[in-house]
């Protein structure tokens, strides 16, 4: 079964500094994963997704994500954090039973920019 | 034109009542979902339906049951509601691989 880990339920950086989300994944299959976005009260944004063509995806907003396939990991970047980018990040998994599929989310981190 | 959308955005009721959430999306996807996202923002899936057929039900009570009159509804009945029902339900859509799918805004449920 698949499953997803991301560290840090907080992550503070200062506005201007480079921010990075961590995201491990547990996969029986080659995974497909995403990074989503939200911010207060509103729904989820995909920010980009890896399925299996490059490794290195870059979203929108200015995020990339790179996956490491001997680290089992997808962490997210952005090299200068903007006051916008407060919000809670969630790191998922795709999963495909009996001909649908579904996603696995990791518990999120909340961002916070530090002015 | 908004991707998915949901109604109500927010539904106050008291316990033991029965309620529906609609969700209606306009992107053409054959898959449709169900998502609960608990006061720790914990994001579950509920359901998903391929072609008008449910294919996950992720133990789920059986109190709530998704309809879907076509591919671009799913609605979320719930019945007999509990407290611990409050939450944050999200409903999505995707096509078939490579998986992305794309959420409603949310409807905020408070059960009293």
């Known amino acids: 079964a698949q499953s997803v880990t991301q560290l840090g339920s907080h992550v503070s950086v200062s506005e201007g500094a480079l921010v990075l989300l961590r995201c491990n994944y547990s996969s029986s299959v080659p995974p497909y994963l995403f990074w989503y976005v939200q911010y207060p009260n509103q729904g989820l944004q995909l920010l980009l997704k890896?399925?299996?063509?490059?490794?290195l995806v870059k979203g929108i907003n200015g995020f990339e994500a790179e996956f490491k396939k001997s680290e089992t990991s997808f962490h997210l970047t952005k090299p200068s954090a903007h006051m916008s980018d407060a919000a809670e990040y969630f790191c998922a998994v795709a999963f495909s039973r009996g001909g649908a599929d579904g996603l696995t989310f990791g518990k999120g981190t909340h961002l916070i920019i530090q002015p | 034109d908004t991707a998915v959308s949901q109604t109500p955005k927010y539904l106050v009721t008291q316990m033991g009542n029965d309620k529906s959430i609609k969700c209606e999306q306009n992107l053409g996807h054959d898959t449709m979902y169900w998502y609960k996202q608990d006061s720790k923002k914990f994001l579950k899936i509920m359901f998903s339906?391929?072609?008008?057929?449910?294919?996950i039900n992720e133990t789920v009570p059986n109190r709530f049951s998704p309809k879907s009159p076509d591919k671009a509804h799913l609605n979320l009945h719930i019945n007999s509601l509990e407290l611990g029902d409050s939450a944050v339900y999200f409903c999505?859509?995707?096509?078939?691989?490579?998986?992305?799918?794309?959420f409603g805004p949310g409807t905020r449920l408070t059960v009293t």
């Open positions: 339906y391929n072609n008008k057929e449910l294919i």
């Open positions: 999505a859509s995707s096509h078939h691989p490579p998986y992305e799918q794309y």
């Open positions: 890896y399925t299996s063509a490059a490794t």
